[in-house]
């Protein structure tokens, strides 16, 4: 039998009611494995622009990348848009995006889409447009909002880039929104794991692997291997039934969305950049211990930057930082009443300067410090009342505590995709898909 290559993608099935595209691209796995399909790759989980408003919980995307026979490719088709009504159905979520393209590699359009979708904001009509032009198989309810993710994630192969491993597992439907009975000890011992990340919140001890709200998913583990993940999940004791649980490769922990670096001048509403610059005043401290930077660019324009209390050191450093300190910041660009500010999710700092603080003259009688009697009035002792006319005070620098380091929120605040310090300097590369580790998913009830 003659077999094709199918890239599916899936978006815009969250709910506050219970659904998750991750979960949504589980039961898929399991539509794809019965029809006898071949998984080229793990499925895809792809995170993109945390800042775009109509964003779903986590603007993530799935994709399934398979090998099938070409007589089961129009049932595949039909199965897979019937089981996403289904579920959508269940849960609410009317903005179901689903996408079918049939090729070995995904046309460089939805390459393009994916690389604009992860970094800024894109045209839904243009994206329809694509969609017709290509001639692949759509299927969208609601605001059609889906297809962005769907198409993106479809064109996003997590190649010759950066990736990661997050193993998923789901419950049972009967336990949605009950406690999730995941042994927290067992859970903190990943602390120490130097391949999985994000599962605990170091500053606080919280477990992180756990969402929360009634939502499907039992857990998530993620980590940079594909066996990293599935070794900390078998350490996990769990004292409830699974439905399953799949491992999905992803571009989570990349910091992929902060490598476009720009000029203030050509800053655009949600963007995620990069921008260098130094402070052009000492920061402010906001209500609630939110802490505004002022930043100045070589071009000589001026942008604020907002590192806001639950983002942790990040704040609570930046606002030991002086005027002409250098910096590399990144984050989302918005528009506000006052401008666009930049919402801090990393700051770089390249270099600081001296700090001094001006001292008056000491008193040549007594040896005591001099109070200055007014601008251009010079000193006077108040212990001698000896007086000074014309005397500048002296100039003392002082060391700085701090030193040039990258500056992160803590993992309880953090994104999907933000990159932990601890991958820093070992990104995972690869040149082709495939599936590298087995047992890479698991239907326990079924």
């Known amino acids: 039998m003659k077999k094709a290559a199918l890239h599916l993608g899936v978006d815009d099935t969250d709910s506050d009611r219970g659904g998750c595209t991750t979960h949504l691209g589980h039961i898929l796995v399991g539509k794809a494995l019965s029809l006898g399909a071949e998984f080229i790759d793990y499925p895809n989980l792809v995170r993109l622009n945390p800042d775009i408003p109509w964003k779903t919980r986590g603007n993530g995307a799935v994709c399934l990348r398979i090998g099938l026979d070409v007589s089961e490719v129009d049932g595949f088709w039909e199965e897979a848009v019937a089981t996403a009504e289904d579920y959508i159905g269940f849960t609410g979520e009317r903005d179901l995006g689903m996408v079918l393209y049939i090729g070995e590699d995904p046309p460089e359009e939805a390459k393009e889409l994916s690389r604009v979708a992860l970094r800024s904001m894109v045209s839904l009509s243009g994206v329809r447009q694509t969609i017709e032009s290509l001639g692949v198989r759509w299927h969208a309810v609601g605001s059609r909002r889906g297809l962005v993710g769907a198409l993106s994630a479809v064109g996003n192969v997590l190649l010759g880039v950066d990736h990661t491993f997050e193993l998923l597992a789901y419950r049972t ?52 291997t594909a066996e990293s993940v599935h070794a900390a999940f078998e350490r996990v004791d769990i004292g409830e039934e699974l439905r399953g649980w799949t491992i999905f490769v992803t571009n989570q922990g990349t910091g992929s969305h902060l490598e476009i670096e720009r000029r203030i001048e050509d800053l655009e509403p949600y963007e995620q950049v990069r921008v260098v610059g130094t402070l052009a005043r000492t920061p402010k401290i906001l209500v609630g211990g939110h802490v505004r930077l002022s930043l100045r660019d070589d071009g000589g324009e001026l942008l604020d930057c907002m590192a806001y209390a639950p983002s942790g050191q990040l704040s609570t450093v930046a606002r030991r930082l002086v005027k002409g300190d250098l910096v590399r910041v990144s984050g989302g660009v918005l528009l506000k009443p006052q401008g666009l500010t930049l919402n801090l999710e990393r700051i770089e700092v390249v270099e600081l300067v001296a700090e001094t603080r001006r001292v008056p003259p000491m008193c040549p009688r007594c040896r005591r410090s001099m109070s200055s009697l007014g601008m251009g009035q010079g000193y006077e002792c108040r212990g001698c009342s000896y007086h000074i006319s014309e005397v500048s005070p002296g100039i003392v620098h002082r060391g700085r505590d701090l030193s040039p380091r990258i500056l992160l929120p803590p993992y309880r605040s953090g994104r999907h995709l933000t990159k932990p310090l601890k991958r820093y300097g070992r990104p995972n590369i690869r040149d082709a898909p495939g599936i590298g580790f087995k047992p890479w998913t698991s239907f326990l009830l079924d």
């Open 173 to 224: 439907r009967e336990n949605w929104g009950a406690k999730r009975m995941v042994v927290e000890a067992s859970v903190l011992q990943l602390q120490e794991d130097p391949l999985t990340f994000a599962n605990i919140d170091p500053e606080t001890g919280r477990v992180l692997v756990t969402p929360r709200g009634l939502d499907p998913v039992l857990l998530g583990i993620r980590g940079d």
